[in-house]
């Protein structure tokens, strides 16, 4: 172990909640922890239940990108050619509309520039995955490729320079806490991430890969390392870490290439 050497090898915005994101070069740390951007806008229904990958699968069909400078947001739908633009203040009465028109449903599109919208509250620090464990999830089902295990985990930052499962060592018992730094940032990891349904479809069409979670979770437990902490595992539908970031390590900015000190 002591010639591994940890680095942060990619960084991974999701401006909006289950839609498409984006991979940067460095990124910035808000007071709550969590990346500057990342799932800083969702969608809602009128009951203020989020409208995202694990409660609608056709959200799997857009295609988006915004431009964070601009306020522009452009989206178009799985294999057709036509695209729809916005500005997301000016015009997001007509976004509303556009998205409401597509999910059937009554849409509001909310931004939170404080805290984002993270999937935990309690660890919303950034996620953490290695790519050695990318590759080996990917190796277990012979259909995707890595690329395609990344887009359906949705993990901020990826590690290089590490076995599979190597994030593994940065939690451990529960009630515990686990200090790493990365570049100049420090961190606190939390507990092995549980898994929804998203996983389990393709992250372009929805389309639901048959037995995914079944093979997930017989290979996970097959592929557990010795360092991993068992108690933290209730079940195997778990993969990446969560953390918290404290508020004093906020306007840190994180870089590709920086170490990784566990």
Not at 52 to 64: D, E, F, Q, V, Y
Not at 189 to 212: D, H, L, M, W, Y
Not at 219 to 233: A, D, G, M, V, Y
Request: hydrophobic share 40%.
């Amino acid at each position: 172990m002591s010639t591994i050497s940890p680095y942060l090898a990619g960084i991974f915005i999701y401006p909006i909640k289950s839609f498409d994101g984006f991979a940067t070069n460095q990124a910035t740390l808000l007071t709550s922890g969590a990346l500057e951007h990342d799932r800083e806008f969702a969608l809602f229904d009128e009951k203020g239940n989020f409208v995202n990958g694990k409660r609608n699968p056709r959200i799997h069909l857009l295609r988006s990108s915004l431009d964070l400078d601009l306020r522009i947001l452009t989206v178009r739908i799985q294999n057709k050619s036509e695209k729809f633009i916005f500005h997301i203040d000016k015009e997001r009465r007509e976004l509303e509309t556009w998205l409401c028109n597509y999910f059937g449903l009554t849409i509001k599109f909310v931004q939170n520039s404080l805290t984002g919208f993270p999937d935990d509250t309690e660890a919303s620090g950034p996620t953490i995955i290695s790519i050695a464990t990318l590759e080996t999830v990917a190796s277990w089902f012979p259909e995707l490729s890595v690329d395609e295990v990344r887009l359906r985990m949705r993990t901020n930052l990826e590690i290089d320079g590490v076995p599979p499962f190597w994030e593994e060592q940065l939690f451990g018992e529960e009630n515990s806490s686990v200090h790493f730094q990365i570049g100049d940032v420090l961190f606190t990891g939390i507990n092995p991430c549980q898994r929804c349904v998203v996983p389990t479809r393709n992250s372009k069409t929805g389309e639901a890969f048959p037995q995914f979670q079944k093979i997930f979770i017989a290979k996970r437990r097959e592929s557990l390392p010795s360092w991993t902490t068992l108690s933290r595992f209730n079940h195997f539908y778990r993969l990446a870490v969560n953390t918290k970031v404290s508020d004093s390590e906020a306007g840190k900015i994180l870089k590709v290439g920086n170490p990784v000190k566990a």
